[in-house]
């Protein structure tokens, strides 16, 4: 019994003695792994978007007892910086555009004023937010009529969805050599 217990302690002092000389080496590699520089900034740009209100903008007028909801986007794909001009490193651009929503909620349209007169360089900025405006999904715009009953009680007594349409500026920038894409986007729905 006593040899047994002798060639276990053996076995185990070995086997720490292995693990202590691994973990060693181990630790040896990692201190003599020469440290990376670091990667250079990638070659991408930011771009955001914004709602905005437009002064002669015709807005739907809601009756007594009529309610609106929906007309916020909830798939909105950011524009891409057009890969062309990406080495160029301009200064910020603004594109503002137009965005015709149709009953189920999908840009039909994108319209931009002066598109025919820009350069370019404009051009293809517009064209990056006409390809991801397309894509957009809103939620429908739904206006609903609301009635009380002879309890004071409230009750949907109709509903439609209407088009709609909204103005956005798409932001184009360097920020940090990375992309940000701003989410927020909100607006009132006119006809």
Known sequence: MGAKRSERAGTRHRLGNG??????????????TPTSSPAPPSPEADTSYRSVSKDGMRHYQLALGEVSTGATPYDHPAPVYPATLLAARLPPQ???????????GRVSEVRMADEAQADPQQRLFMAAVRTAAMQWVFE?????????????NTHEVGSEVRPFSLYYVFRFAWKDGKPVTDANATGKASH
């Open 19 to 32: 693990l202590t000389i691994g973990m060693v080496t181990l630790l040896a590699a990692c201190a003599s």
């Open 94 to 104: 603004e594109v503002e555009a137009l965005l015709i929503v149709d009953t189920e």
């Open 140 to 152: 429908p715009l739904r206006v609903s009529q609301w009635a009380s009953d002879a309890n004071g």
